[in-house]
């Protein structure tokens, strides 16, 4: 599984946000599973298909929000694209209420609990399950490293909670996962604070990783890069304070009296904290889960190891949070062509934006940055003229 997520990764952008979204569906669909058994012994009709279809609604919302967002350069100057990324919540809305009122309109008679409760279920899955992965997704649009890093915190945590908890392992730490003890949980944390550190520090020289997604199409051997990069990759020097420069002499007989640390490997520390103390109880939720249906497993996709499910149920909280955190605390924003694109389509008429045109080749011709004589003799201000005339005809009938 390892060699498999490495192999994706180097495949290109576009290839793992496939591999989160196929998983995604199919961790749904292993959800909805055990529900749907339930509902076919009671003979609810329909619940699978609209399951099915609040998932496609779901996602068709979440991403295209996303692409509307990332790619507005490429969706707003689309004839085709255009009309659907300008009024994509209203499409989104009413895909979902036509959903909706074909659940009111087949409640039945005596199963009003069940379905009721059938249709909340559906609801929860879309919740825990697909909004969390499209922020996971967003985590790679934002740069490999948000994506990657929280995932290696999560299983760093999960494998050493193991191991500590094998052989050390004596009070139980939750009723709901037995297994599950105090002296794993904290060995776990621990290591994964020291290697989540440490595995930070070498991501972060690979700009494939650190760079924002600018062409899906790229892969590890694309020479990708990124100037300037997002300041938390920069290593700057940190004065150690004096007791800790007398440990350092006294062991090492070294004088140091500063390190340098890039603040992303602080952040690390923070985000191993949330996957050591907090995104466990994700998987104690996946185990309650099971629980209430008095099942084993969510499914047998992965030979021992169960279903998808049991392995990606503290992976989707952890995406989401480093989605949250690096929203938060990191990510830089600035002006970008898409954002002013955006802007002067949804907020100009096409008389403005015709002037902006105009003035916008005005300042690139009086700067030098455009031939002012190529310029003149080009069929430019032929074409913004005649626009303007189709203009002034228009409005005149």
């Known amino acids: 599984m390892i060699s498999a997520f ?16 196929a998983i995604t569906t199919a961790v749904y669909r292993e959800v909805i599973q055990i529900a749907h058994v339930p509902a076919k012994e009671k003979s609810v009709r329909w619940f699978k298909t609209m ?5 496609i609604t779901t996602e ?4 295209g929000e996303s692409i509307i967002y990332y790619f507005t350069e490429i969706v707003m100057v689309d004839k085709f694209l255009l009309p659907f990324a300008t009024h994509h919540r209203f499409i989104s809305f009413m895909l979902y209420v036509l959903g909706f009122v074909f659940f009111v309109a087949n409640l039945k008679k005596g199963q009003y609990r069940f379905q009721m409760a059938q249709f909340c279920y559906t609801h929860m899955a879309l919740l825990l399950i697909v909004v969390q992965s499209h922020f996971i997704v967003e985590n790679i649009l934002e740069g490999l490293i948000w994506f990657v890093m929280p995932a290696l ?3 760093c945590n999960d494998t050493f909670a193991y191991i500590c908890g094998f052989f050390w392992g004596r009070t139980p730490l939750i009723q709901l ?3 599950k003890t105090v002296e794993g949980f904290v060995g776990g944390f621990i290591w994964t604070l020291l290697l989540g550190f440490g595995v930070t520090t070498i991501l972060m020289r690979f700009d494939y990783l650190v760079c924002p997604v600018q062409d899906l199409g790229a892969s590890a051997w694309s020479h990708v890069s990124c100037d300037p990069k997002n300041p938390v990759f920069t290593a700057v020097p940190w004065t150690l304070p004096t007791y800790a420069v007398n440990i350092i002499k006294y062991l090492f007989r070294k004088d140091i009296t500063e390190v340098w640390i890039a603040p992303v490997q602080l952040h690390a520390i923070a985000m191993a904290c949330f996957a050591s103390l907090l995104a466990p109880f994700g998987g104690f939720f996946a185990s309650a889960v099971k629980r209430a ?10 030979p021992g190891h169960g279903g998808l499910t049991d392995r990606m149920d503290c992976q989707f909280l952890m995406g989401f949070f480093a989605h949250m955190y690096h929203q938060s605390f990191i990510k830089t924003y600035s002006v970008s062509v898409g954002s002013i694109l955006a802007l002067t389509i949804n907020n100009l008429t096409a008389r403005e934006q015709i002037e902006l045109l105009e003035r ?3 300042y690139l011709s009086n700067q030098d940055i455009i031939n002012s004589e190529l310029l003149a003799s080009s069929s430019m201000n032929t074409i913004i003229q005649d626009a303007r005339e189709k203009l002034i005809t228009s409005s005149y009938y």
Do not use: N
Not at 6 to 21: D, E, N, Q, T
Not at 51 to 55: A, C, E, I, K, P
Not at 60 to 63: E, S
Not at 293 to 302: A, E, V
């Open 177 to 179: 996962s037995p297994k």
């Open 293 to 302: 249906f008095k099942i084993k497993d969510f499914g047998q996709s992965i």
């Open 60 to 63: 068709y919302f979440l991403y």
């Open 153 to 155: 915190l999560v299983i």
């Open 360 to 362: 916008l080749q005005m």
């Open 51 to 55: 399951s099915w279809y609040f998932l």
């Open 6 to 21: 490495i192999f994706v990764l180097a495949s290109g952008y576009i290839w793992s946000i496939v591999a989160v979204m």
